[in-house]
């Protein structure tokens, strides 16, 4: 997530010169695009961090910074 972002609430994912917007509500790429096997990895850990990820699109809409979440492992 990156700060004064654009709505829909949404995070980006990287792999390798891959990238993706994946929107928080329902876990859509809403811009550019992953491999399946990548984004089927990044909605399983989204799921998981669901609250978190809502929570931290908050604080960034009010120019406070993010709580780390734990990362895919």
């Known amino acids: 997530m990156f700060y ?3 709505n829909p609430p ?5 792999y390798n010169d891959f990238k993706a917007e ?5 876990l859509d ?8 096997r990548v984004y089927k990895l990044v909605v399983e850990w989204a799921v998981d961090h669901k609250d978190e990820l809502k929570k931290d699109w908050e604080l ?8 780390p979440i734990e990362p895919l492992t």
């Not at 949404?10 to 990287?14: G, I, L, R, T």
């Not at 994946?22 to 329902?26: A, K, P, Q």
């Not at 790429?29 to 399946?36: S, V």
């Open 29 to 36: 790429i809403i811009a550019e695009n992953l491999p399946k």
């Open 10 to 14: 949404h995070f980006h994912a990287y």
């Open 60 to 67: 960034l809409r009010n120019d406070t910074p993010p709580q």
């Open 22 to 26: 994946i929107s928080i509500e329902t």
């Open 4 to 6: 004064n972002e654009h």
